[in-house]
């Protein structure tokens, strides 16, 4: 481990030379091109061949559609630099020259910058290999979007197959005046759950509801009840959200369906609060279908979505400070956790150490145009990820290079 200073210098030392030009390029094919979750075909070979060309040992179709590169450049740690590669279901409306030309399908929460990032740091350390020893392990993961991707690579044994990780980094654009490098020591992001719902009342005629259970009305009474349970059984220094997401029943007029079906989903920031509140769920909706007389009790069923992020606070300490060396002190804020929730945590071996911050990329025009006075407030006025206007500023390209580098290079004796 090197002086934070020092290692900002090396860092940028060895990015002077990046050709923004080539990145942008590379970027833009990315975001014209955009693959939805375990689709990432086009994307994962664009990725393998630039770690090929960099002298990097590369194995496609990891975890399905995921790439793992490895540079062995002698003794020392294994570092782990993560990207997550997958689009959405979004129809882009920014009207950019190279937006997507893939139909109800975009790169709207900037995975395509994450892969450029990936590039920009592989092909940097490895032309520098005579300043660091260690290896050096790329990993571009699938699907984080739907949560399953990086335990797909788990599953198809990423710990077994390359060198063990002894630490791991990855990074998210984010909305925000573009430069700035927001990290949070320890908990950093929310556990998701999703969670289905199914009512079972009994149908019949709309005019005789009196034969019926009617499972539209049982229905309406859990999502007005799961309203206060945030409010009244947690604790006001905690957070959590749980919204409905779906309310689905029903196909006509004047039918009384025999079901109803909710999907949930809930986020937590402690496994004690996650825990209460899958059981505040139960019991709510077992309650409110016992109280309307369903003749069978309601299906309940957690699906397990991403585990909490959880950064070592004394890593994240320690590249925070080589991130203020690298973009002044005043570009590395601590916002503290956010709700959003990652997969990434998933690909970190239990006890082994994580790092993982965001890098903000409002464009400067679109901030300064955004109303409001302080930070939260222009937060809610510019395009968030996964808004189709989303639209990262490319002038964050090199500065993303850099901090990945700088990461890296900080273990990398
Ligand atoms: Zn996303
Ligand atoms: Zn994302």
């Not at 997550?84 to 882009?92: G, S, T, Y």
């Amino acid at each position: 481990m090197s002086e934070p200073a020092v290692v900002a210098r090396l860092a940028r030392e060895l990015t002077a030379g990046l050709k923004a030009g080539d990145l942008e390029d590379f970027y833009r094919d990315l975001h014209r091109h955009p693959e939805l979750a375990f689709r990432e075909h086009r994307t994962s070979a664009r990725l393998a061949g630039r770690l090929r060309g960099a002298g990097f040992e590369v194995t496609e179709g990891v975890g399905r559609t995921g790439v793992v590169g490895v540079l062995a450049n002698g003794d020392g740690p294994v570092v782990w630099l993560r990207g997550d590669m997958d689009a959405l279901p979004v129809r882009e409306a920014t009207g950019l020259d190279h937006a997507s030309t893939v139909d109800g399908v975009m790169h709207a929460c900037g995975h395509d910058l994450h892969v450029t990032w990936l590039v920009g740091a592989a092909e940097t350390l490895a032309a520098a290999r005579e300043t660091w020893s260690g290896t050096l392990v790329v990993v571009g993961q699938p699907a984080e979007e739907d949560g399953g991707g990086a335990g797909t690579m788990v599953a198809d044994g990423i710990h077994e197959r390359f060198p063990r990780p002894d630490v791991l980094f990855g990074q998210h654009v984010t909305p925000g005046l573009a430069g700035f490098c927001p990290h949070t020591p320890g908990l950093m992001m929310s556990a998701s759950d999703d969670i289905d719902v199914v009512v079972h009342g009994v149908g019949g005629h709309g005019s005789r509801p009196e034969a019926t259970v009617d499972p539209v009305v049982t229905a309406a009474y859990v999502v007005t009840r799961l309203q206060s349970v945030i409010a009244r059984e947690v604790a006001a220094k905690e957070s959590a959200v749980l919204t409905v997401g779906q309310f689905h029943s029903g196909t006509r007029h004047n039918i009384i369906p025999a079901e109803a079906r909710l999907a949930l989903n809930l986020r937590t920031q402690s496994p004690q609060v996650r825990e209460r509140l899958l059981a505040a769920v139960r019991r709510v909706v077992e309650a409110e279908c016992g109280a309307a007389g369903c003749p069978v009790p309601p299906e309940v069923t957690v699906m397990p979505g991403c585990p909490s992020t959880v950064n070592d606070t004394a890593l994240d300490q320690e590249i925070a400070a080589v991130h203020r060396e690298l973009l002044g002190a005043h570009a590395v804020p601590d916002f503290g956790p956010v709700m959003g929730s990652e997969d990434f945590s998933r690909l970190a071996p239990p006890g082994v150490p994580y790092d993982y911050w965001f890098v903000t990329a409002t464009p400067a025009d679109v901030w300064e145009a955004a109303p409001g006075e302080d930070l939260a407030e222009k937060l809610d006025h510019v395009p968030a990820n996964h808004s189709p206007l989303f639209a990262p500023d490319l002038s964050v390209l090199v500065p993303g290079v850099r901090t990945l580098v700088s990461a890296a290079l900080s273990q990398l004796t």
